[in-house]
Each structure stands twice: as C-alpha cells, then as structure tokens.
C-alpha cells in the first residue's frame, strides 16, 4: 500500500513536471534553447505582440532576396489573392504540381534516405509501391532538405510565385527555413485507452514571429491516407486557455471549432500555402501518405 502510494506520488509528480515542462513558462526556463527563441516562443503566443514583433524586426532588417527561378510553374495563380486568404483563414489551397515535377520528385522520393522519427541514427529508403512500414514501430520517415538533391524541390523553393506569396505574408524577404518531404504510417494502438498520439493530434507551431509552410501531396489523398487537417482562422485569435496549451484533444477541437475544422484531402501534386500558427494535425493514416513541405520565416529563429 506504502509502495503503491509512493509509486502514484511519483507518477503524479512526474506528469505534473511534464506540464510544466511543455508549458510556456517550463519553456521559457528550459536552457537548452537561446534565449531569443524562447523569448520568441512566449511573446508569439499574444497575437499583438506577435504583429509588434513582426512590424519592429522588419523595420530594422529587410532580409537578402532568394534567387528566383526564371518561370513559375503556377502561372495561373495569383499571389495577391493567397496572401488576403492566408490573412484571413490561415491556409490558401488550389496549388497544383506540373505532372511532370511530381514525376522528378516521386522518382527522387523513390532513391532518397529516410530518417525514422523514433530512430534518428537509422537511414531507410521507402519502396513508391510496397506500402508495408519498412521500420515497425516508427510511423514518420523524413528526408530532410531534399531541395539540396533534388533539383525539381530546388525549383519549387524559388519559384517566383512561391517567393511572392511567402514574401507577401511575411512582409519581408523570406528566409528558407527547411524543406521536408515524409511518409506518415498508420499509428496502431496497443489498447483502447492508448488511441492518441501526439503526432496526430492538433497543434499549433511557434517557429518564428511569423512563418509559412507549403504542403503538397505527393499521393492520392482521401479521408483514409491521413488528411491534414486546419481550423480555419485559429492564427488570429486564441483565447487565454488555447495561448497556455498548443495542444487540443480532437473532442476540445470539436467543442470549440466543429464549423471550422477543414480536411485537406487532394489528389497527387496538390498542394495548400498554410501558417501553421492555426491549430492543425496530420489524421492518423490508415494507409500511408506521402508530403512535401517548404517553409519559410522571417528570421532563422526556428532553425
Ligand atoms: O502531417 C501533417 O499533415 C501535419 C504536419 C504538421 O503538423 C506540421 O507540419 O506542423
């Protein structure tokens, strides 16, 4: 009885050290990160100071220009529209890949290295048609910075659209933060009371003052291959609960926002400009998904 009793204290202690740990103050304490992310970490949570933030650095500093691309590969498209959409829901859709270009970056997918999230000194290369896990146990594979490889993802990361549309939000020259491209596997639970994992479960990112993610769909993606899912609007205001927890279960996301959870489903080559300062989750795969990501920032802050 003593020992159990013990044993519960521990595990008591233990989960309240943990959220202390993720909270924002457990943050702002943990030393391990310069002081100027972490003090970023907690002045980005306020939406005010977020924009002061923004407004005071660009008034300093306007970045070097990234080289641009002689063409975009989305002549259509019209950056001004994305950025007011960006502005206004947080995500701006309707992107879509020459077949040709996600041909070069399959093929690229196909020979590439992926780093298993769960074991980062291992290295896997992923079969494009065998859809069995090549690591049982790990359910994200990543391929870090594939524009260093592969020349199409390069392309993509200069693109003239791409750029105006990052620079259009960020208000300044955008600075490459990374690219990504990573399979998600199904997550299976070990019983029924183990159904989340935190790799699927919404969030919202602190990567910079202001930031901005491209995805695109390398697969097919329906309901059953792991749709990202946004809440619209969430960058733009959070109430005192949401700005302490960057995590919401999916019941408190439905309670809260269930006219404004949007599921991106989209076929191969499409793709969504999204700040993922909104609340967001990839849903649990159960089948395999395939994503490309580019993202940029103000500052190298979150790198
Ligand atoms: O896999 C997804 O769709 C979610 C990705 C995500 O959470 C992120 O990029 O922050």
Known sequence: MVATNK???????????????????????????????????????SNMLRDAAVRFRTSY???QPLPRSAETLFPNCSPFTVV?????????????LPEQSLQDILNFSARAEFVPDHSPDRRVKIDLVNESNPLPGNILFRCHNPHRACATVD?????????DVAKGYLENEPILLSTQIWWSYPYIPKSDTDLYTPEYGFHYDIDDYRFLKLFIYLNDVNEERGPH?????????????????????DEQAAARYKE???VMTGRAGEGFFEDTFCYHKGTNPRKRRL?????????????
Do not use: C
């Open 61 to 63: 500093r306007r970045n």
């Open 155 to 163: 392309g993509l990361v200069h693109d003239p659209f791409i750029l």
């Open 84 to 96: 007011e959409r960006l502005r206004r829901d947080g995500y701006a859709s309707g992107i879509s």
């Open 229 to 249: 899912v946004i809440i619209e609007g969430t960058h733009r205001k959070k109430d005192f609960f949401e700005k302490g927890h960057r995590r919401l279960t």
């Open 7 to 45: 044993a519960l204290e521990i595990a008591k202690r233990a989960s309240a050290f943990k959220w202390l740990a993720a909270s924002p103050v457990g943050e702002l304490l943990d030393r391990k990160q310069p002081f100027s992310y972490r003090a970023m970490r907690l002045i980005s949570r």
């Open 291 to 303: 994503i490309l990501q580019l993202q940029y920032s103000l500052s190298r802050l979150g790198s």
């Open 260 to 262: 404004r959870l949007r």
